[in-house]
């Protein structure tokens, strides 16, 4: 079986461990809860006929005050970038964090996710701004960890990405 490992990197309170609860558990909560560290998880998908373990990385939001440790990214195969659609300046933590991981480890697959789409009347990202990465070659996919909206779409797509390097 292979396993590979995809870490949730993005600004806090984004919804990377509610992404997960959702793709592991079928589940959402509420409750914000906070990661200190990282979280790990595992999941078993079929892909192309074949069994594929990943091991999901939950890492702590980055903010003001901690920066994610570049570490925790070692391993690898590919990592879901994930911004908050709410939050504008979730989107710009996630493009910085982009370039920062590609520092520390290189280019692997990576896929913006911007989350909360359930709550679109709020959103202050622009679809000029989603086209715009788009054309610069992003794949780019609006969530919603609370409905599960396409949460299963993020982690297939990522998975082929990383089977097809």
Known sequence: MLQKKICMVGAFATGKTSLVAQ?????????????????????????????????????????????????????????????????????????????????????IPCILVLNKWDLADEWEIENSEIEQLIQQSWTVIKTSAKTG???????QRLASKILEE
């Open 23 to 107: 793709f592991v558990y079928s589940i959402f909560s509420e409750k914000y809860q906070t990661t200190v560290g990282v979280k790990i998880d595992k999941k078993t998908i079929n892909f192309q006929e074949k069994e594929l373990n990943l091991i999901l990385w939950d890492l702590y939001g980055e903010d003001e005050f901690q920066k994610v440790r570049m570490s925790y990214l070692r391993g690898s195969a590919g990592y879901l970038l994930v911004a908050d659609g709410t939050r504008h300046h979730t989107l710009e933590k996630a493009l910085n964090l982009k370039q920062r991981v590609e520092e520390a480890i290189g280019k």
């Open 149 to 155: 909206l396409n949460v299963e779409e993020i982690f």
